[in-house]
């Protein structure tokens, strides 16, 4: 939603568009002695946004300024001195544009400024109806905007004229090169028909704008008189231009009429007649749509138009001789120099804090991990008291290990022999495994135990006393798996019965 409002000595015209539509179309007359900008809060429909203000008082200067050819930086030096003397906290606001189309000669600089308490006026009226100050700058920018919306090219004279003035914006090369506000309007000629019907002023108003090509001459004839004094004014308004452009031979090809005070039958035709250009009007609706009941926007929407500046400045990508650029320009100054630097010292400051908070964060956290860990129940005395009994219940395993080792030892040769002993039992059979004992030792030796085993075995059927050996041996080492070798040693050989002395070995086992 953008937003536009043309302040006028008489009424508030405000345009608001969206999306390329118009939504809003409204003129809030003023009373006479009436504040505008207070007026301006109660005339913004709601959510309004931003608002682009074009005003023409006593409080906005426009200027056309020469200077000699220089460097963009040291031009705006200038200029902004020119218009700003200084730039200190109380100097006007200002923006302004070089004049494009002159060459390498002298700049010709076009520029406005508006007093700053104006500018805080308005922001404050926005600021109560929930908007905000976006643009500031004189109608006749709005006017020419409006112009070449409506495809205007080339040199041209625009002319706006009002009850009390009229703004004109002169165009070369489709540029805008001077912008200039004449004291003279149609007043003159509404007060002319007031005094010769003896009518008051707004019947004298309503008669004027009904006037047709059947009305009375006299009445004709005033409006053709009023219309040449303006006409003079604009002729005046071209040789100003020139001497200001200090350009002799641009002469407009045309003059874009708007207004109110246009509107008049034959005024147009008799500027046209007055001032030797053609006059015509233009239509700065043509790019818009309108979300406005048709009827509404067929009254409004007659030609010349009073709402030629708001439109302008409604669909103005840019507006031109806004003096709330002299802001930006200020504050994008201050954020490449000093802005930067406070950031920079407001963010090591800040570097700074944090970096002791974090530092008293980690003191604090090692505190409550000295206090956690330290003292009579913290967790480094609890761990060392499990650490000494761990290590003394180990000593006491060990000391048991050692213990029943010894004990282990001690009856071990006693053990192994019994166990032998019941294997051999086991082991021995009359018919399969004739076998019989008759010495057993058991000896002790260092990492084991060996037991050598003498007796005899017999032949018995059809095994032979070698086959009852070798079952013996292979019963004893599955009877008893402990044994990991069985020695033979010879022993002499009789006829019935096979002696044998065999020696086993044991390893030691842990306990």
């Not at 292979?474 to 069985?486: D, H, K, N």
Request: net charge neutral; hydrophobic share 45%; glycine share 8%.
């Amino acid at each position: 939603m953008t937003a536009a409002v043309e302040i006028t000595s008489r009424a508030l015209r405000l345009v608001v568009t969206e999306d390329g539509s118009i939504t809003h179309l409204r003129s809030i007359p003023l009373d006479a002695g009436a504040d505008p900008v207070q007026v301006l809060a109660g005339a913004l429909p709601a959510k309004c946004g931003g608002v682009r203000i074009l005003v023409a008082n006593e409080d906005v200067l426009v200027r056309m300024l020469i200077q000699p050819p220089c460097p963009r930086e040291r031009l705006d030096r200038v200029i902004g001195f020119e218009m700003t003397g200084g730039g200190d906290g109380e100097s006007p606001l200002a923006d302004w544009m070089v004049v494009p189309g002159f060459g390498a000669g002298d700049f010709r600089v076009l520029a406005v400024a508006v007093k700053r308490p104006l500018i805080q006026r308005l922001r404050q009226s926005l600021h109560l109806a929930g908007a905000r100050l976006e643009a500031v700058s004189h109608p006749a920018v709005g006017l020419y905007h409006a112009w070449r919306s409506a495809g205007g090219m080339g040199d041209a004279l625009l002319a706006d004229v009002g009850g009390t003035s009229t703004h004109l914006a002169v165009v070369r090369q489709d540029e805008l090169a001077l912008v200039r506000t004449l004291p003279v309007g149609m007043d003159t000629l509404v007060s002319q028909v007031a005094e010769m019907r003896s009518l008051v002023p707004t019947e004298a108003t309503r008669l004027v704008s009904q006037l047709r090509g059947s009305s009375p001459d006299e009445l004709q004839h005033l409006v053709k008189r009023q219309a040449g004094q303006i006409a003079v004014a604009l002729t005046g308004a071209v040789k100003f231009a020139k001497a200001q452009l200090q350009v002799d031979d641009w002469q407009p090809a045309a003059i874009a009429l708007a207004g109110a005070g246009a509107q008049i039958h034959g005024f147009v035709e008799a500027i046209a007649e007055r001032s030797g250009i053609p006059a015509k009007p233009f239509n700065p609706f043509a790019k818009l749509g309108s979300a406005l009941p048709s009827e509404e926007m067929d009254r409004q929407a007659g030609l010349p138009t009073p709402w030629a500046a708001a439109l302008g400045a409604v669909q103005a990508q840019r507006l031109l001789l806004d003096a709330l650029a002299d802001e930006r320009r200020a504050a994008a100054r201050f954020w490449a120099t000093d802005g930067i630097l406070r950031t920079a010292v407001a963010l090591a400051t800040l570097l700074v804090v944090a970096a002791v908070s974090l530092n008293e964060m980690a003191i604090h956290r090692a505190a409550a991990d000295v206090e956690r860990l330290g003292g009579s129940t913290g967790l480094v005395t609890t761990a060392e008291k499990d650490l000494a009994e761990i290590t003394r219940l180990e000593a006491q395993l060990g000391r048991d290990a050692a213990r029943i080792a010894w004990l282990d030892g001690e009856h071990r040769t006693s053990r192994i022999a019994a166990e032998v002993l019941a294997a051999i039992a086991g082991i021995q059979h009359p018919e399969k495994c004739p076998v019989a004992i008759t010495t057993y030792r058991v000896k002790r030796q260092a990492g084991g135990a060996q037991v050598e085993l003498e007796g005899w075995a017999q032949s018995a059927g059809r095994l032979r006393t070698s086959d009852v050996l070798q079952t013996f041996e292979q019963g004893l080492r599955s009877a008893y798996p402990p044994i990991t070798a069985i020695e033979e040693r010879p022993q002499p050989i009789d006829r019935d019965r096979q002696r044998f002395h065999l020696v086993l070995s044991l390893p030691d086992r842990k306990p």
